[in-house]
């Protein structure tokens, strides 16, 4: 018997089952010897040498990766053993009284790994459940001393590395990731002095304004605690209910009816650190300060059926497309920019910056660059990294301190609070991909899972048995900025507080006429799900007061009258200082509208010209796009010339909804097979429908008919988005400078195709 794995159809531990031998136990001397450890390493990473471990940064760049090697474990070519260490010689069966007897009490072995396995889940987070990491760093552009005492902000070109999660909000860990919602931007920053977490979303603005609603601000969206429904979704009677009942969520409403709320990548999205942050300077001088993560490729969006459809057959449609990105080398990248003013800028504010519910207008402070952020290393091990890491934005270091955001105070708690939960004690801080970087002493002991093994008689302090230490760092240290409080204990908030509709007015009159068509059509789904008409008709009251015209289409979507205006509760609206801001719509700045990591599916099928393919494939490749090579099933085709070409994908596997644009080469009647395949039609109609750009050569053109497809916009013009291949260089080159971007131009409500 050829006892090679490679060699064997089965199991090779269960050779006796294939009636190769009667052995029921391990061959004496089978398995691989483990290697000797004498190889000079003292982590296990390094006696674990393998590829993986070989994913290093760049010169220039140290990246997290130093402090995890010594708990990165790699099981190539080493004996299986329990968690005691004791070798395992027989992985199939448990231990029995005869072959056909009971199994034993004794096989600690069994009962191991059974109780390890039993235990293998921790509770998810109560919300951001779903989420996806990646390893970077940050990079300062300049010394930002003046400002701030802050670890990555002291000099040009310093590098701090980070960790970053993204997520949903609603939705159960294994929920969709396509579902309309926030996306968090959580990023954690290995300073020199301590981990400093930037909590963010990838919108400016929150729900609530004091922390005291967050429960019920997360049980009012959460599924329905008596059946459990929807999953991942605010449309439903209890989120509408509540914020109906809340106008101060109006603005961040219109934020999460926008495009904004169901990004094209994780990559294409802002992250903003939401609060109003304090920066102080080794002279104690402070300054107020907001943070914006801008990505270098643009914000960009899908379209909300194709984000319904995408949910279907790629449940993890961005948590692949992040990590196939970094996998082939396109780190995403995103720059920080900074809004800095002062206290006396901000009282003149008609809006307060305390409030998390407002938005400082770029016209009003505008956004400096100060750094970038780069995302380089794909985590190793998924729970390890991204389930276990915890951001808290009580992390903070010296040079960064909180103002009196109210909503930010109950934050302050929440995060450490529930990590004791989530990761099942106050040592969640030891957790590898939570340790600092830097060394950590004081005189907290003890506690579930402690790794650290702190040596000598004293934790306490003043202590003289230790020498003194750990001593207090004083000025060196985390110094509280000393803002003055001089005001009675009481229940409320301030007067500009209860201003709730001039930058949810502000948001809208900024879109574009698309986007504003956008926001409409949220509205009126969600709303249409609201099984209850009274809180419909509330929420049509609120909108009243965003714009006369949104809550007419709204009104006109569901079939009803806009009500009377909810009244204000507030007597004098301030005027804002503002009308419009370009810096939110998204159209209006795109950022880069290339094709850069976009995919696209190039149809193919027996019959197809060859030379089409291969210049579509080459000059998309060029451009740093990924091509698909889409067939009605994967596997060989046969080109017109005669050669081979070798479909990636089939329409079955890799539905069209997962690519950013569709090329239909020609030949052969425009491959006969596709033309009567329906889902080739259905393809063509939703690439339209999400107004995708298409590239037909050929008598490509009968295909865009049988599909009900029109090549001219409504108001009678051709449609840049769909390009004809009759001159296949410049054909192709014309198709790249459109791909990047939607077509919203040819979108009617309903559809026409
Ligand atoms: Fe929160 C998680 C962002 C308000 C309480 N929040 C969490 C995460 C992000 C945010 C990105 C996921 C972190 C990760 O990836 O592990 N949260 C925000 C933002 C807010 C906000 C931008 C408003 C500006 N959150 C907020 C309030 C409270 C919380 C007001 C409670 C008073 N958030 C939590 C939490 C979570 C959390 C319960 C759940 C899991 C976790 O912390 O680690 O503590």
Redesign the pocket.
Same mark, same amino acid.
């Given at each position: 018997v050829d006892a090679t794995a490679e060699a064997m159809p089965f199991n090779a531990n269960k050779r006796f089952e294939y009636g190769y031998d009667n052995a029921h136990a391990p061959l004496e001397g089978e398995g691989v010897e483990a290697p000797s450890d004498d190889v000079g390493a003292s982590t296990l990473s390094e006696m674990n040498e393998s590829d993986k471990l070989g994913t290093r940064a760049a010169a220039g760049e140290p990246v997290a990766v130093g402090p995890l090697d010594p708990v990165r474990t790699d099981a190539t070519a080493r004996r299986m053993t329990t968690n005691q260490g004791v070798p395992v010689s027989d992985n199939q069966h448990s231990l029995k009284a005869g072959l056909r007897g009971p199994a034993l009490l004794k096989d600690f072995i069994l009962r191991e790994k059974i109780t390890h396995f039993d235990h293998e889940r921790i509770p998810e $987070?109560?919300?951001?459940?779903r @989420?996806s990491?990646a390893h970077g760093f940050f990079e300062c552009y300049a010394p930002l001393t003046n400002l701030t005492r802050a670890a990555p902000f002291q000099a040009k070109g310093k590098v701090t590395p980070v960790f970053v $999660?993204?997520?949903t909000?609603q939705g159960e860990r294994g929920s969709k990731d396509t579902a309309r919602d926030? $996306? @968090?931007?959580?990023v954690k920053f290995y300073t020199d002095e301590g981990n400093w977490d930037l909590? @963010?979303?990838n919108m400016p603005?929150?729900f609530?304004q004091d922390?005291m609603?967050?429960?019920d601000l *997360?049980h009012a969206v959460k599924p329905e605690p008596h059946h459990q429904m929807p999953q991942a979704a605010s449309a439903h009677d209890t989120f509408w209910d509540f914020v109906s009942l809340m106008p101060e969520s109006t603005h961040m409403l219109m934020w999460l009816m926008s495009d904004r709320a169901i990004p094209r990548s994780f990559r294409m999205m802002q992250g903003?650190?939401?609060?109003t942050f304090r920066f102080v300077n080794a002279q104690g001088e402070s300054r107020l300060v907001k943070f914006h993560w801008t990505p270098k490729l643009g914000t960009h969006a899908l379209a909300w059926e194709e984000a319904v459809k995408i949910a279907g057959p790629d449940p993890d449609f961005h948590r692949r497309d992040l990590w196939e990105a970094i996998e082939a080398g396109e780190y995403p990248e995103w720059e920080l920019g900074l809004q800095v003013f002062t206290e006396e800028d901000a009282d003149r504010f008609s809006f307060d910056v305390l409030d998390?519910t407002k938005i400082i207008p770029e016209e009003l402070v505008p956004v400096q660059p100060v750094g970038r952020m780069v995302l380089n290393r794909n985590p190793d091990n998924f729970f390890a990294e991204t389930e276990q *890491?915890?951001?808290?934005?009580a992390h903070v270091v010296p040079g960064i301190d909180f103002t009196n955001d109210p +909503? +930010?105070a @109950? $934050?302050i708690?929440?995060?450490v609070?529930?990590?004791i939960t989530?990761l099942g004690g106050p040592n969640f801080h030891e957790i590898p991909i939570n340790a600092p970087v830097c060394p950590v002493h004081n005189n907290q002991r003890d506690g579930a899972h402690r790794q650290a093994v702190h040596r000598g008689r004293v934790a306490y302090e003043p202590n003289s048995l230790g020498g003194g230490c750990p001593f207090q760092a004083g000025a060196a240290g985390f110094v509280s900025f000393p803002e003055p409080v001089a005001q009675d204990e009481l229940r409320g908030h301030p007067e500009k507080f209860a201003e709730h509709y001039n930058q949810a007015t502000l948001f809208y009159d900024s879109q574009s006429p698309e986007e504003q068509a956008h926001i409409a059509g949220a509205f009126r789904f969600e709303l249409s799900k609201v099984t209850v008409p009274a809180v419909r008709a509330r929420m049509l009251a609120g909108l009243a007061n965003v714009s006369a015209d949104l809550a007419a289409q709204v009104a006109d979507g569901l079939g009803m009258e806009v009500p009377e205006p909810m009244p204000r509760a507030i007597a004098r609206v301030p005027k804002p200082e503002v009308r419009t801001s370009e810096a939110l719509s998204m159209l209006a700045r795109p950022g880069d509208p290339g094709v850069r990591t976009r995919r696209f599916a190039i149809l193919v099928a027996d019959g197809v010209d060859g030379a089409t393919v291969e210049a579509v494939q080459g000059a998309l490749l060029d451009a740093g796009a990924v091509p698909r090579l889409m067939g009605v099933r994967i596997g060989v085709c046969a080109t017109a010339e005669g050669g081979e070409l070798d479909a990636d994908a089939s329409l079955e596997n890799e539905p069209g909804v997962l690519f950013d644009g569709i090329i239909v080469p020609g030949g052969d009647g425009n491959m006969a097979a596709l033309r009567q395949d329906a889902r080739v039609l259905d393809y063509l109609k939703e690439q339209y429908r999400h107004c995708k750009a298409l590239l037909v050569f050929g008598d490509g053109d009968a295909m865009l008919e049988a599909a009900g497809i029109d090549a001219t916009l409504p108001d009678g013009s051709a449609d840049p988005g769909i390009v004809f291949g009759d001159d296949a260089r410049r054909a192709i080159a014309s198709y790249i400078a459109v791909a990047g971007r939607r077509h919203w131009a040819r979108e009617t409500d309903p559809p026409r195709v």
């Open positions: $987070r109560v919300v951001h459940a @989420g990491g $999660r993204f997520s909000v926030v $996306r @968090g931007f959580a909590v @963010g979303n603005v929150f609530i922390a609603k967050f429960p *997360v903003f650190g939401v609060h998390s *890491v915890a951001f808290c934005t +909503l +930010l @109950g $934050r708690h929440s995060y609070d529930t990590q989530r």
